[in-house]
């Protein structure tokens, strides 16, 4: 079975601090994918990154840097010098092929200045 | 570019009422199309999906049904809303039926059953 854990529920944070947002998923597929999306107070989901099994590159964009690492199961989301525009939920999401996307919990971000 | 609408953006049902849900895509063809619920609690439930114009694939049964009258049109219905049914719908698009590609969400309705 797949899943995903996003284990901090919150965190809280002072703008120009770095945060790393954790994701660890699970399945016995050997392809898959692994998304994040930003999810604003107005609440519409903003996709920021897919990212296949076989590309373990990292990838940078701007502030926002992705870890991929399978041998931890893991794609961590890191922010740098975080702004009071990141607060959000933040959601990682596994899909194999076949089965619906799924999603982790999601990470509540608190940006104060 | 492609935009994805719904509406209404908010609403407040009694129990037992009716409900209709829209969602429309715009600039591109033949998208697939899916319907989510975000109960309190954030977590993402895929209630409906739909690779076509009356095909529709419901992955929990519920009150709730989908319809898909036009390419890029997906309504969410239920005759009769049960304060279960509270929560916030977000319609989504992917170009293909493959459940790995990325699915761009909408703005999403706030419903509230009293």
């Known amino acids: 079975a797949q899943k995903v854990t996003q284990a901090q529920t919150e965190i809280s944070v002072v703008e120009k601090e770095d945060v790393t947002l954790d994701c660890v998923y699970e399945?016995?597929?050997?392809?898959?994918?692994l998304f994040w999306y930003k999810q604003p107070p107005s609440g519409e989901l903003v996709f920021l990154i897919r990212r296949n099994s076989f590309d373990e590159q990292n990838e940078i964009s701007g502030r926002y840097s992705w870890n991929f690492q399978k041998s931890t199961s893991s794609f961590n989301f890191t922010i740098t010098a975080s702004q009071v525009v990141d607060s959000a939920v933040y959601f990682c999401?596994?899909?194999?092929?076949?089965?619906?996307?799924?999603f982790g919990k999601g990470t509540t971000l608190s940006v104060s200045s | 570019s492609q935009t994805i609408h719904q509406w209404p953006a908010t609403l407040v049902q009694p129990v037992g009422s009716p409900l209709s849900l829209e969602c429309t895509v715009e600039?591109?063809?033949?998208?697939?199309l899916y319907w989510y619920r975000q109960a309190a609690g954030r977590g993402l439930q895929l209630l409906f999906y739909?690779?076509?114009?009356?095909?529709i694939s419901s992955e929990v049964p519920q009150n709730l049904s989908a319809s898909r009258p036009q390419d890029r049109q997906f309504i969410l219905s239920s005759k009769k809303l049960l304060l279960s049914d509270s929560g916030f719908y977000l319609c989504?698009?992917?170009?293909?039926?493959?459940?790995?590609?990325?699915?761009?969400f909408g703005p999403g309705t706030r419903l509230t059953v009293l």
């Open positions: 399945t016995r597929d050997t392809t898959y994918y």
């Open positions: 989504a698009w992917s170009v293909t039926a493959v459940s790995t590609d990325t699915q761009y």
């Open positions: 999401a596994l899909s194999v092929r076949g089965t619906a996307l799924i």
């Open positions: 739909s690779v076509g114009i009356g095909q």
């Open positions: 600039g591109t063809s033949n998208p697939n």
